[in-house]
T-cell receptor, first 116, second 112 residues
Framework: ETGVTQSPTHLIKTRGQQVTLRCSSQ?????VSWYQQALGQGPQFIFQ???????GRGNFPPRFSGLQFPNYSSELNVNALELDDSALYLC???????????????FGPGTRLTVT | SQQGEEDPQALSIQEGENATMNCSYK?????LQWYRQNSGRGLVHLIL?????REKHSGRLRVTLDTSKKSSSLLITASRAADTASYFC????????????FGKGTTLSVSS
């Protein structure tokens, strides 16, 4: 297992609500990326944070936002939840942001979000 | 959109047999990685191959990369029941910056 932890493990929310997911990166890692994995699909990149700044974003609307803290832990916030937001949310940490080539990513166990 | 596509989508074999999974991608890459996922949990990194490498080994795993065909294969030799999982290839396209782009995965089932 990696040293990346995520909380909570499972979450059930109602459409229109807001949710915050949390991730603690592996010791020594200053970069955190978030991915959304719908059932039966591969993970899709949401965004990356490096040294508390957003450092790349995938094709997700602005209601998906994030934060990275001085200890390099991170939050993913999703506003105005929609049914299609139901998915496994994965965070991954790495020692570098990966310009010129991404190295091994250390994934957490994920948060399963269900929107009803 | 997804950069990589794994083939086959599902694979069932007996313990001791070899399992081969293929991955195709669309754009130029820096690196290609393979990950394993058990029962909808977190992904575990298996192996990374750089764009200037053609083959790499790690234990029972062998990965090949053909950048001219934009394809890669993962071979698991002497499969075990514990290898049952979903396997994903992931690329970091040279134009995509900091994102890993995953395919839809191959679901491997190894029966004893």
């Amino acid at each position: 297992e990696t040293g990346v932890t995520q909380s909570p493990t499972h979450l059930i929310k109602t459409r229109g609500q807001q949710v915050t997911l949390r991730c603690s990166s592996q010791s020594g890692h200053n970069t955190v990326s978030w991915y959304q994995q719908a059932l039966g699909q591969g993970p899709q990149f949401i965004f990356q944070y490096y040294r508390e700044e957003e450092n790349g974003r995938g094709n997700f609307p602005p209601r998906f936002s994030g934060l990275q803290f001085p200890n390099y832990s991170s939050e993913l916030n999703v506003n105005a939840l929609e049914l299609d937001d139901s998915a496994l949310y994965l965070c991954a940490s790495s020692p570098t942001p990966g310009q010129g080539g991404l190295d091994e990513q250390y994934f957490g166990p994920g948060t399963r979000l269900t929107v009803t | 959109s997804q950069q990589g596509e794994e083939d086959p989508q599902a694979l069932s074999i007996q313990e001791g047999e070899n399992a081969t999974m293929n991955c195709s991608y669309k754009t130029s890459i820096n690196n290609l990685q393979w990950y394993r996922q058990n029962s909808g949990r977190g992904l575990v990194h298996l192996i990374l191959i750089r764009s200037n490498e053609r083959e790499k080994h790690s234990g029972r795993l062998r990965v090949t990369l053909d950048t001219s065909k934009k394809s890669s294969s993962l071979l698991i030799t002497a499969s075990r029941a514990a290898d049952t999982a979903s396997y994903f290839c992931a690329t970091d396209a040279t134009q995509a910056g900091t994102a890993l782009i995953f395919g839809k995965g191959t679901t491997l089932s190894v029966s004893s």
